[in-house]
């Protein structure tokens, strides 16, 4: 561990944990293999796109067309035994506790395949009139929402999904996504950690798998090894992203890909500029952050593991890569830029944006009427929003929310949340109009905020919190396990 690393890394945390104390939403947790987070964002997100995106194959628009359940999972390896991370930092913070591991075990090949229902879902407005579909051979919809409000659309019977694989529908576009963000996984693992269930061990996204969870959330930086980066090991680089994103897909969960657009935490107060970009003109910054997520999405479909999900940028309320919101053409030109590199990969996946603090004080609307009506607009699919704090139980998330299906027909996520607030962000997004709450991310969930897993020495285990989330997915009509790990 370097010196340097570790102090800019440790000063993260106490600043972090205040951060989300006063319901300030994003925070993060530690950063790297050999020392901890230095900042950065935490948030959960939800599930795929409503009417933004494009629908699936299985016939026009309807006005609520079902799609399917998951498909199901197979089972993976065993990791390695060590010890914990740390527990991280917020932005500009105080000292957090580092940690080291060991590497872990991979997980065996496997897949997602989820049915996508016969038409595409629109949120449950009135569809376009258009033919029958094939019978639930659809896609799923860039951003159907499911079944919700109004009759089924006229494109059929719903798909019951895959079995298994990685040939399944794409995008992954189940019900409802239930969400976590295990983007330390790595790091854990190569300071020794292991993880188990029942008494078993097992690799962390079987557990989850196991547990109902079927959609996983993964950051990664542009250069997390350069001076001032996350990871001096160059942790959560888009060659360890690919490593976790093989195994997320070989227990058949979707991927939503956070990028962070900084060499390092990107969050409400913290966006900087990458290293290699320092010094570019704005338009030559936006041709390198095209050719970033460009190549970046290229190394992951070579593997196999296409997202299913993008965000471009992380609680970027104000500003993203050192590049302030204030000066809108150079802003939005950024963050299209980087969208557009999406849509040329595969416009099926779904692109939706963070805002770090969905609540009135957090001038959520105007950030909203400003990405999706602007001049120009931000080709967002969706809105998702870091939910840690809430000024009145949960209202002011639900009428933020709102807001964005009401006015846009957007869908929308929590996209970064912790356990204590499971109960509440479920319900809010549960209850948004025309079904088009489509999700939760639960961020970090093996030592950040109420931990779903108890820590013994580099041991970690499920504990009751978990045994809240099969619950859930039971309640959600989601299969459970979500899958077989293979």
């Not at 704090?389 to 996209?415: H, L, Q, R």
Request: net charge neutral.
């Amino acid at each position: 561990m370097k010196t340097t690393r570790a102090s800019i890394l440790l000063c993260s945390l106490a600043s972090l944990l205040l951060a989300c104390a006063d319901g300030t939403g994003g925070a993060s947790g530690s950063g790297g293999s050999s020392t901890t987070g230095s900042g950065g964002t935490a948030s959960g997100t939800g599930g795929a796109t409503g009417t933004g995106g494009g629908i699936g194959s299985g016939g026009t628009t309807g006005t609520g067309g079902a799609l399917a359940t998951g498909g199901a999972i197979g089972s993976g390896g065993s990791i390695g035994s060590g010890g914990a991370i740390g527990t991280g930092g917020a932005k500009g913070g105080t000292t957090g506790s580092g940690g080291s591991a060991a590497t872990g075990g991979a997980t065996g090949s496997g897949g997602s395949a989820a049915g996508a229902g016969g038409t595409a879902a629109t949120g449950g407005s009135s569809g376009s009139g258009g033919t029958k579909g094939t019978g639930g051979a659809g896609t799923g919809g860039a951003a159907g929402a499911p079944a919700a409000g109004g009759t089924t659309g006229a494109g059929g019977t719903p798909a019951t999904g895959g079995a298994g694989g990685t040939a399944g529908p794409f995008p992954f576009n189940p019900p409802y996504m239930l969400g976590a963000d295990i983007s330390w996984t790595l790091e854990q693992e190569a300071r020794g950690s292991t993880y188990s269930d029942g008494g078993k061990v097992l690799p962390i996204e079987e557990i989850l798998a196991n547990n109902g969870f079927n959609y996983i959330r993964i950051r990664t930086f542009v250069n997390p090894s350069a001076p001032g980066g996350y990871s001096a090991a160059g942790f959560c680089d888009i060659a360890h992203t690919v490593t976790l994103a093989k195994r997320v897909k070989a227990c058949g969960m979707g991927i939503l890909l956070d990028f962070h657009m900084s060499d390092t935490w990107a969050s409400i107060g913290e966006q900087h500029v990458p290293s290699a970009w320092a010094g570019m003109s704005p338009s030559a910054m936006q041709t390198a952050a095209h050719d970033y997520v460009k190549s970046s999405l290229a190394q992951m479909v070579a593997a196999g593991v296409k997202p299913d999900m993008v965000q471009i940028g992380n609680e970027i309320n104000s500003a993203m890569s050192g590049v302030s919101i204030s000066n809108w053409a150079n802003f939005s030109g950024l963050v299209n830029a980087g969208i557009k590199a999406v849509r040329e990969t595969d416009p099926k996946i779904i692109v939706i944006a963070q805002h770090g603090r969905p609540r009135p004080d957090g001038n959520f609307e105007p950030w909203v009427d400003k990405f999706l009506a602007g001049s120009p607009p931000i080709d967002e699919d969706g809105i998702c929003g870091s939910t840690y704090g809430t000024t009145n139980n949960g209202a002011d998330w639900t009428m933020e929310f709102s807001y964005v299906i009401n006015k846009y027909n957007k869908p929308v996520w929590s996209c970064e949340y912790t356990d204590d607030h499971r109960a509440l962000i479920n319900g809010v997004m549960r209850a948004m109009p025309k079904g088009m709450g489509r999700g939760t991310f639960i961020w970090e969930p093996t030592q950040y905020g109420q931990p779903l897993f108890d820590t013994s020495g580099s041991k970690f285990v499920t504990n009751a919190r978990m045994a809240e989330y099969p619950k859930l997915a039971k309640s959600y009509g989601l299969p459970i396990p979500s899958g077989t790990c293979r």
